[in-house]
């Protein structure tokens, strides 16, 4: 009786100390992973905004002395699985993407759920864009839109000094105070510099005649001459 006693003695401990293992697990499960947005190294991008697609629901990169991640407030998310997110960079704007302006560049990017528990760090797509002032008037704006966010209307009607004259990238941009770099999220752009009044009759514009694509290798460098084509 004693030995019977003894061992369902520690048969019970055993089954207790497994229960409490399989608490601990399912709590980490049900804990779910927060997804937290963060801007890469030395690449002080501002003004994006994320957007979790199935619910709607936002976080933002302001000003950099603000912070330099997002913390949406829609998670955490559970189970295993993609997560459809949209990247919106709207520059020089005091609240990102007003609704009455469209964002230089839109991308969406899927995000993997899977490690399970905690907060797992997703890094904003951006890189930092070298710009030559190259025109030949002092000064101009840069400018820069995303064929994606432009419209059907505006599509059509094409870069034109009366309305569609993109996202301005740089202000005040003269041949003494070039070259200069800006933090552009990641993606294809048309470049372009305006100067005069903007939109209207007084506006003049010249553009870059080929594509500008962001991105790649994170030590790679892009140098964008306005007014000229891409080296």
């Known amino acids: 009786m004693k030995l019977y006693e003894k061992m369902r003695k520690r048969l019970m401990l055993l089954l207790s100390a497994a229960a409490i293992q399989t608490l601990g697990f399912v709590g980490q499960a049900q804990a779910g992973v927060n997804l937290e947005f963060v801007r890469p190294a030395d690449v002080d991008i501002k003004n994006v905004i994320i957007t979790h697609v199935a619910s709607g629901k936002t976080c933002t990169l302001q000003e950099t002395w603000v912070g330099d991640s997002c913390l949406p407030s829609f998670g955490p998310f559970f189970g295993s699985g993609q ?9 020089g704007e005091a609240v990102p993407c007003a609704a009455n302006l469209n964002p230089a560049q839109t991308i969406d990017v899927w995000v993997d759920n899977r490690s399970g528990f905690g907060t797992k760090t997703i890094e904003i797509p951006a890189h930092n864009v070298t710009f030559i002032q190259n025109v030949g008037v002092n000064p101009v704006v840069a400018r820069a839109w995303s064929s994606r966010t432009v419209g059907s209307a505006l599509r059509h ?7 569609n004259i993109g996202a301005a990238i740089i202000t005040n941009f003269n041949s003494f105070n070039s070259p200069k770099d800006v933090p552009m999220l990641d993606g294809c752009y048309t470049i372009g510099a305006t100067w005069g009044t903007c939109p209207g009759n007084s506006c003049n514009f010249d553009t870059v005649d080929v594509p500008v694509c962001v991105g790649g290798d994170a030590a790679a460098t892009l140098t964008v001459e306005l007014n000229n084509n891409v080296p």
């Open 157 to 163: 009607s094409g870069f034109n000094k009366f309305g």
């Open 83 to 91: 997560i459809l997110f949209r990247i919106e960079w709207c520059p």
